[in-house]
């Protein structure tokens, strides 16, 4: 079992830059894909990054695709989610995820961008 805690989530301007990060508790960390998502308000949960257990394959939505940076180190059970350029439309809770049968979540942070 692995359980997940986010970190990082503030109110930040329009164009400014977060560092999210996920920590890991488990000793299995780093066979598991990890991903991020996001729920705005009213709007259902949704992709925004996903990296592989190596670190070696990162994929992202293709509304931050540019702007944000997934990264993992695994020495420290940790996931991180570096979003620049932030848009008022990144305001969501964010969650992480551990990618696997069954998957599992974080309970999220949340990041507000105010315009």
């Known amino acids: 079992q692995v359980q997940l805690l986010e970190s990082g989530g503030r109110l930040v301007q329009a164009g400014g830059s977060l560092r999210l990060s996920c920590a890991a508790s488990?000793?299995?960390?780093?066979?598991?894909?990890m991903a991020w998502f996001r729920q705005a308000p009213g709007k259902e949960r949704e992709f925004v990054a996903r990296?592989?257990?190596?670190?070696?394959?990162?994929y992202y939505a293709d509304s931050v695709k540019g702007r944000f940076t997934i990264s993992r180190d695994n020495a420290k059970n940790t996931v991180y989610l570096q979003m620049n350029s932030l848009k008022p439309e990144d305001t969501a809770v964010y969650y992480c995820?551990?990618?696997?049968?069954?998957?599992?979540w974080g309970q999220g942070t949340q990041v507000t961008v105010s315009s």
């Open positions: 995820s551990a990618r696997g049968t069954p998957n599992y």
């Open positions: 990296i592989t257990w190596s670190g070696g394959s990162t």
């Open positions: 488990g000793r299995t960390f780093s066979t598991y894909a």
